[in-house]
């Protein structure tokens, strides 16, 4: 008997539990586009989103060829404490690519995973926030020519500042590879994403970044600009964002620049 109503009184904690926070979620007023648009621009922003983001590039090399990387790349904020949060960011790309290695070559499957994690003040002080962390390269790609085949660490951060609907910010990152396949180049890269975005009452934004990527390993630079033009919307019942631009490759290894290239990314947006 002493079970049953342990077991009962559990249910009720739990049921006066869950039905708090259902109210508390309905009393608090739903964030604006303008709102949405502005965490959307951060990349450490206490907001969970879902985006998927395609890259095509097309004229790459001396056999002119075409690469299509799909990535996916969630985000999830975690609530360590009133003062500080935890940023999960992973990038899985999905990449089809021809005439890359060879005239005629194809290849198709999952590329290596990149996983940050950013420690994040809760509370932003005069409208600037960072974040710094560990990030992880992880060798998961399915086609022995989209991978690395080594497993990396090392270190990334993020500073931006957000006023009057701008977002200045920079995002870096350095791995260095720690284990993996003997026959194949260490990895020691480092990735610099300077970006600026500015963005409406109506969800609607502007903005332009750099991706610029220095193998230290084999001294090459690959750089790409990428313009966007960015909205905020609904799909059904579903909060999205929508992205566009063009992206142009001002450096790349040796004969390996893409004449000219495209993005586009749809982000399912979960607001808190």
Known sequence: MKNKYTFKSLIVV???????????????????????????????????????QNNLDVGIGQYKGARNTLNFQPVIPIHLSPKLNLITRVVLPFVTQYNITKEGSYQSGLSDAVASAFFSPAITKHGITWGVGPVFLLPVATDSLLASKKFGIGPTGVILGQIKGWTIGALVNQIWSVAGAKDRPDVNQMFVQPFVVYNWKSGAGVGINAEMTQNWHANTTSIFINPIITGVTKLGKQTIQLVIGPRIQVAAPSGGKADFGMRAALVFVFPR
């Open 14 to 52: 739990i049921f006066f539990f869950v039905s708090r926070v259902l109210i508390a979620q309905e009393a608090k007023p739903a964030e604006t586009a303008e709102d949405l648009a502005r965490k959307l621009s951060n990349p450490i922003a206490s907001l969970i989103s879902v985006p998927f």
